[in-house]
């Protein structure tokens, strides 16, 4: 059974700093891994999706890797703003499902 | 632009009454799925369907039942509400194929008393 593990639960930092979240899942066997934001009360939004057989997507701000044999992701934020304040959730897709971690809260203060 | 469109977004029930949440997409995806998210536990895979007429159990499949009569909806049923489904439901929807990214709705807040 696939589990999905994000560590730091919870994270604060000032505004400006580079940050990475981290994402580890037990079962390499994946079709790709996807990056979402949560805003409080919000749906989910799309950050950054990783086939299987990529090493890393970029867009903007945020990088975010994927080493498949360690079961491994991150996310990184490049120069930090209030605004990426929000919990960031990886999941993986194993068959038809998508699994998801239980999340990293970062707030960022200016 | 709709995306994924949930219905209702607010609902109180109680104990013992029944409701269905609605959720359309319009991107002509094959994929649906049904998620709730509750404090500390994330999002768990409820029921989710990978084409018109088919459905499927995820991990929390209990007291929820499904239907996916028309491709574009797929409707969440509770038959008997308990209070341990107060929840937060997030409908989502991603094409026929392994690779493609998942789209979500805004949510549907459910309280049962």
């Known amino acids: 059974k696939q589990e999905v593990t994000q560590i730091p639960a919870a994270l604060s930092v000032p505004e400006g700093e580079n940050l990475v979240l981290n994402c580890s899942f037990t079962?390499?066997?994946?079709?790709?891994l996807q990056w979402f934001r949560q805003d409080p009360g919000k749906g989910l939004t799309s950050l950054l999706l990783?086939?299987?057989?990529?090493r890393e997507q970029t867009s903007g701000r945020l990088n975010a890797s994927l080493d498949k044999s360690s079961g491994r992701s991150t996310l990184y934020i490049a120069a930090s703003q209030p605004g990426d304040s929000a919990t960031y959730l990886c999941?993986?897709?194993?068959?038809?499902?998508?699994?998801f971690g239980t999340g990293t809260r970062l707030q960022v203060f200016p | 632009n709709a995306g994924v469109t949930q219905t209702p977004k607010f609902r109180v029930l109680k104990t013992g009454q029944s409701m269905t949440l609605l959720c359309a997409q319009d991107?002509?995806?094959?994929?649906m799925y049904w998620y709730r998210q509750d404090p500390g536990m994330g999002l768990r895979l409820i029921h989710y369907?990978?084409?018109?007429?088919?459905?499927a159990k995820g991990e929390v499949p209990d007291g929820y039942n499904v239907s996916r009569l028309k491709k574009q909806n797929f409707l969440l049923g509770l038959e008997s509400a308990a209070p341990s489904q107060t929840s937060v439901y997030f409908c989502?929807?991603?094409?026929?194929?392994?690779?493609?990214?998942?789209?979500f709705g805004e949510g549907s807040r459910l309280t049962v008393l």
């Open positions: 991107m002509n995806h094959e994929y």
């Open positions: 369907s990978v084409g018109e007429g088919t459905t």
């Open positions: 990783i086939q299987s057989s990529q």
């Open positions: 989502a929807s991603s094409p026929g194929t392994n690779t493609g990214e998942l789209f």
């Open positions: 999941a993986v897709k194993n068959t038809d499902k998508l699994i």
């Open positions: 079962d390499s066997a994946i079709y790709n």
